[in-house]
């Protein structure tokens, strides 16, 4: 019974560290950061799974080459932009050509 009530001192004085840690200032600009990458991270996705939906609406298929080359890129601007491109595409050539033009410049 002694043991049981150590372990539930312990947990109780862990959890009011935890909580302590989560009301610190430092702890809201890590918090923050965390959310604000998390948006940026869904707002790549989001648009790379448009130029995908797109490229398939228009020209019926997207290699896997494409689709790893389009996960790379990062920058919301680019990505953008190769989903105006996605959209007036007539083939994939044309798209790739663009999409090597954005890798190239990115990198």
């Known amino acids: 019974m002694a043991r049981e009530f150590d372990l539930a001192i312990?947990?109780?004085?862990?959890m009011i560290e935890?909580?302590?840690?989560?009301?610190?200032?430092l702890f809201d600009g890590i918090r923050e950061k965390w959310i604000e990458q998390g948006?940026?991270?869904?707002?790549?996705?989001?648009i790379q799974d448009t130029i995908l939906d797109a490229l398939e609406e228009n020209?019926?298929?997207c290699p896997e080459g494409l689709v790893n080359s389009l996960r790379a890129i990062r920058d919301i601007?680019?990505?953008?932009?190769?989903?105006?491109?996605?959209?007036?595409?007539?083939?994939?050539?044309?798209?790739?050509?663009?999409l090597n033009e954005a890798m190239r410049k990115n990198n």
């Open 77 to 98: 601007d680019t990505l953008k932009m190769l989903h105006r491109r996605a959209v007036k595409a007539k083939t994939i050539d044309e798209f790739m050509q663009a």
């Open 18 to 25: 935890v909580s302590k840690m989560e009301t610190s200032p």
């Open 10 to 14: 312990k947990a109780l004085a862990e």
């Open 39 to 46: 948006i940026r991270q869904g707002i790549q996705q989001g």
């Open 59 to 61: 020209i019926g298929c």
